[in-house]
T-cell receptor
Framework: EPEVTQTPSHQVTQMGQEVILRCVPISNHLYFYWYRQILGQKVEFLVS????????KSEIFDDQFSVERPDGSNFTLKIRSTKLEDSAMYFC???????????FGNGTRLTVT | AQSVTQPDIHITVSEGASLELRCNYS??????LFWYVQSPGQGLQLLLKYFSGDTLVQGIKGFEAEFKRSQSSFNLRKPSVHWSDAAEYFCAVGATSGTYKYIFGTGTRLKVLA
């Protein structure tokens, strides 16, 4: 079964640095998402992306964050000037249409020190 | 506003016992409902989904869930729990306002006693 793949599985960075989290959605999917889960808390929506533009973003997704689909297969989340509170598990998800469930990757655990 | 409530933060059951995890939602229209499971250090795996039709849905690993519109609930059940079911379980509603996205509950951590 096709999978959403995320790299790296764990990223450690120093406060103030920029990180790029990478995702390869399932190949025929059109809708892409990033979610975040701070340790011990619920999974929160960050942003949705369709047709090469952001469809919706949450309050969390401020100017520090950006997303990009640089080619036909990758979907990236960039976090500029990371803060301690950005430490979390970041999940990428995709779907082919709105009548299908989201498929999630295994996540990237970001640790900001 | 759309929301999902999972009232039980932790549940402990003995292996072989039955299980019910509660989920209540608030949503203006007929929702899409999901249960996901997350094993330690792992991603989110879809257990089952409800879109329409039969209100009792079957999922993987022997799980089932029942949609009850009158109670705004979508409880997850399993007749006999296995030790490998120990994990965190998330209920989610698919919201179509704005864009299609999921709203997750806070999760229920299941512990299974041998």
């Amino acid at each position: 079964e096709p999978e959403v793949t995320q790299t790296p599985s764990h990223q450690v960075t120093q406060m103030g640095q920029e990180v790029i989290l990478r995702c390869v959605p399932i190949s025929n999917h059109l809708y892409f998402y990033w979610y975040r889960q701070i340790l011990g808390q619920k999974v929160e929506f960050l942003v949705s992306f369709y047709n090469n533009e952001i469809s919706e973003k949450s309050e969390i997704f401020d100017d520090q964050f950006s997303v990009e689909r640089p080619d036909g297969s990758n979907f990236t989340l960039k976090i500029r000037s990371t803060k301690l509170e950005d430490s979390a598990m970041y999940f990428c998800a995709s779907t082919d249409d709105m009548d299908s469930p989201l498929h999630f990757g295994n996540g990237t655990r970001l640790t900001v020190t | 506003a759309q929301s999902v409530t999972q009232p039980d933060i932790h549940i402990t059951v003995s292996e072989g016992a039955s299980l019910e995890l509660r989920c209540n939602y608030s949503y203006g229209a007929t929702p899409y409902l999901f249960w996901y499971v997350q094993s330690p250090g792992q991603g989110l795996q879809l257990l089952l989904k409800y879109f329409s039709g039969d209100t009792l849905v079957q999922g993987i690993k022997g799980f089932e869930a029942e949609f009850k519109r009158s109670q705004s609930s979508f409880n997850l059940r399993k007749p006999s729990v296995h030790w490998s079911d120990a994990a965190e379980y998330f209920c989610a509603v698919g919201a179509t306002s704005g864009t299609y996205k999921y709203i997750f509950g806070t999760g229920t951590r299941l512990k299974v006693l041998a």
